[in-house]
């Protein structure tokens, strides 16, 4: 279409509207007052789900907050308040180092795995080579097999590399993501050929082409990706819970965990340790708002 | 290759079945006998669920292995938690060669323990005036708990019986006298209905089905009736019997008539520590969860665990034994050590107050040394103290299978309960099912 056409339809169109008979005008104020009762009633709705979605947060702080007798109040503002059950759960367990130790792992099998999807996917969109199609579906099956299905294996060979309860031992079963290498392989192939071939016209090969030409234009699927990985590492359970073997070389979830006990459970320093263990996650949810919605409409909620 | 061997002589089949029986006959002989003290420095791991917790529990074991530790310079205890729900960390380690040398093993794991995890009788590694000296003292049906196949794999060590909580205020304001707790499950029912009538608050929960109840709360209950859920030589299940289908029935009517909460553990336990409910059946060892909620709130009191009319109440253990499973027998010797530090007077005075577990020794009680001061401070233990005169064990259920017959027998019982499903029939087709996994 060229610029002259649009104009004509633009000229066009445009006294159109100008020329409108006037009855035509008369619902204009119904169908405003239609419209401003959607906009109202759709934001209602949001306003009753973000209550549902935010009230168990607030609940969780508030309770954190309760004394120990208190736990139990329904109030909506808590009576009587108090920092002890966050006292109590920065005792109790070294939910810092926990933290830390979370922080650590969730911060480095995020590179990690983009580095390794980067490099697989980029070898599966580019390259053809016999039995690709197998190996790509081999890694799409890895993704259908649950963890605790080779947690036994994995936890024999770590035993056998002397790394039991040690932080490394927490990453280094998370060297590759399926998810990560399909996702990626998906974006790849989908990229311009044509930008390729000009990058290879000028010389470029594979490596730079992936981390000058790709790379760069995959921002938004990277950045995704990483905030997915960050944030289903953060809430590794099984792994952590099999593995460490004390509290500082553990992960925060199951710090929060141990608060439950066959004794029953301390809600209070529970909530203490989950307010403190969400922190950064609400942090991530705050800042990078957009991507982690974009992130979880563009891989599916996991 | 094709060589011909030499055709055996008369003499040299004699020799050799000889020599078979003198190695066979000597084999017990051969086994190394644990050494009468530690003489070099030794390691044994402590497999304990308390340590994978952050509460009560995992402070008193630090704090036992501590003293054990200062006692004994030469043995070093490294404290392992697990978690008692899958014992996932135990097979593991197993599989990896990794010593399992003492183990808090939940009583219904005792028969997979023995089975596949090694734990060994006590009375093929320690001797045996060393084991009755230890054992002077202590409950002799205390001593049973941990009894298999006529042979003691574990010694009773945090463990408790269960305990009718009730909130003695809500009985003052129902008009009932809170000096006179139910003592039937028919009293149960009266002074349920009356707390619901008079107050508006829920009359009875407790920790009988729901996740993470195992059967041991069931078995006690079916037991009071003059049932069992299996048979004494564990070969047979009994769940379907008319003794248990009427106790469970029971337990079905109290749900009906509206007393009976259909709450899980943890909302029952929940229920009782804010206030809300009656009376709440379960073990002692959650009190101290009860009183952080009772303080400043509402009296909680404690009473014995209800009888089916006349009939003797017949209450089982809840709760963990210690189980050696070290092959080697200076670690078995370390492990015996701590295992008499642990279930010593001292030890389960510890347990006792500051967990919330039963002491396995009577003397203990009343002794001001030990646990005499603390008993007239905290009363709430006394029904649990009264009933280890009577107490039996929680029998676990045999073969590998063992987690699924519990599982197929406590859905049945809550679909029973909190369902429509007939008693019966259910429990009938259930105990078929279940007994096909039996070994």
């Known amino acids: 279409m060229t610029t002259d056409v649009v104009r004509a339809e633009r000229v066009l169109t445009k006294p159109q509207v100008h020329t409108r008979p006037q009855p035509a005008a008369k619902p204009r104020p119904r169908a405003r007052t239609r419209s401003r009762l959607d906009g109202a009633a759709g934001h209602l709705v949001m306003v009753l789900l973000s209550i549902v979605c935010l009230f168990p947060v607030y609940w969780m702080v508030v309770t954190s907050l309760r004394p120990a007798n208190a736990t139990f109040e329904t109030s909506i503002w808590p009576t009587s308040t108090s920092l002890d059950n966050y006292v109590y759960a920065l005792q109790a367990i070294p939910i810092l180092r926990m933290l830390g130790n979370t922080l650590l792992i969730a911060s480095v099998v995020t590179v990690i795995q983009l ?22 579906s081999l890694v799409a099956l890895t993704w259908l097999v649950p963890f605790q299905v080779v947690m036994i294996p994995n936890y024999l060979l770590i035993a056998k590399m002397g790394l039991l309860d040690s932080v490394t031992a927490l990453i280094l079963p998370h060297f590759a993501s399926a998810l990560a290498i399909l996702l990626l392989a998906q974006s790849m192939r989908s990229f311009p ?110 | 290759m094709n060589r011909k061997l030499p055709p055996m002589t008369r003499k040299t089949f004699l020799i050799g079945t000889l020599a078979l029986l003198a190695s066979g006959l000597s084999l017990p002989a051969m086994a190394e006998a644990i050494p009468a003290t530690i003489d070099k420095p030794v390691t044994i791991t402590f497999y304990n ?41 135990i097979q593991a380690d197993l599989a990896a060669g990794r010593p399992v040398d003492l183990v808090q093993t939940v009583f219904s794991d005792l028969d997979f323990a ?36 006529g042979k003691t794999y574990g010694l009773a060590y945090t463990f408790s019986t269960p305990v009718l909580f009730y909130n003695a205020d809500l009985f003052r304001a129902a008009d009932l006298d809170p000096d006179k707790p139910p003592k039937t499950w028919q009293a149960v029912k009266e002074a349920g209905l009356t707390v619901m009538k008079k107050t508006g608050k829920q009359g009875f929960a407790a920790g009988i089905t729901g996740p993470g109840a195992y059967d041991w709360l069931l078995q006690g209950v079916v037991r009071s009736n003059g049932g069992e859920v299996i048979s004494r ?36 336990l929940d229920g009782m520590a804010s206030g809300n409910i009656g009376m709440y059946l379960q073990t002692s060892a959650i009190q101290g969860a009860l009183i952080a909620g009772a303080t400043n709130k509402y ?24 189980t050696i499973h070290a092959a080697d027998p200076l670690k078995q010797r370390a492990a015996w050590e701590l295992m008499k530090f642990l279930t010593s007077a001292h030890g389960y005075t510890v347990i006792t107050s500051e967990i919330g577990y039963l002491p396995l020794r009577p003397a203990i009680v009343a002794d001001p040394n030990y646990l005499g001061g603390w008993i007239k401070a905290h009363p709430l233990v006394q029904p649990n103290l009264d009933q280890l005169a009577v107490l039996e064990p929680w029998d676990p259920m045999p073969g590998p299978n063992y987690r699924q017959i519990v599982k197929t027998m406590m859905d049945a019982v809550e679909m029973v309960i909190f369902g429509n499903a007939d008693p019966a029939a259910a429990l009938a087709d259930a105990e078929a099912h279940a007994q096909d996994l039996m070994p």
């Not at chain 1, 950045?223 to 590794?236: G, K, Q, R, V, Y």
């Open chain 2, 299 to 322: 009296e909680l009191r404690s009473s014995t665990m209800p009888s089916f009319g006349d009939k003797p109440v017949r209450p089982n253990n809840s709760g963990s034994a210690l």
């Open chain 2, 49 to 89: 669920y308390n340590l994978a917790s952050a509460g009560i529990g995992a402070e008193a074991t630090r704090k036992l292995i501590a003293e054990f530790m200062a006692a004994n310079p030469k043995i070093t205890v490294e404290g392992v938690p697990y978690s008692s729900a899958d014992s996932s960390r």
């Open chain 2, 233 to 268: 030589d564990r070969t047979r299940l009994k769940f379907a019997e008319p003794e248990a289908v009427e106790a469970i029935a029971m337990l079905k009517d109290l749900h009906e008539s509206g007393v009976y909460q259909n709450a899980d553990i943890a909302s029952a």
């Open chain 1, 193 to 302: 050929r044509e930008v390729i071939e000009a990058a290879r016209m000028d010389g470029a090969r594979s490596w730079r082409i992936l981390w000058e030409v790709m790379m760069p234009n995959l921002r938004g699927t990277i950045a995704s990706l990483a905030i997915l990985i960050f944030i289903s590492t953060w809430n590794e359970y099984f792994w952590p819970l099999l593995l460490s073997r004390t509290p500082a070389n553990s992960v925060v979830q199951i710090g929060i965990q141990m608060f439950m006990t066959t004794e029953g459970t301390a809600w209070g320093p529970l909530m203490a340790a989950s307010t403190m263990a969400s922190l950064p996650i609400l942090f991530i949810y705050v800042v990078l708002q957009r991507q982690v919605i974009q992130s979880f409409m563009k891989s599916g909620i996991r």
């Open chain 2, 114 to 149: 023995v089975t596949n995890f090694g734990a060994q009788a006590l009375e093929e590694i320690i001797p045996a005036d060393e084991m009755a000296a230890h054992f002077k003292g202590m409950f002799p049906n205390g001593l049973k708990l941990g009894v298999l196949n």
């Open chain 1, 115 to 136: 580095f390794t999807g980067l490099l697989a996917a980029y070898a599966f969109a580019r390259w053809r080579f016999r039995g690709d199609k197998l190996v790509y």
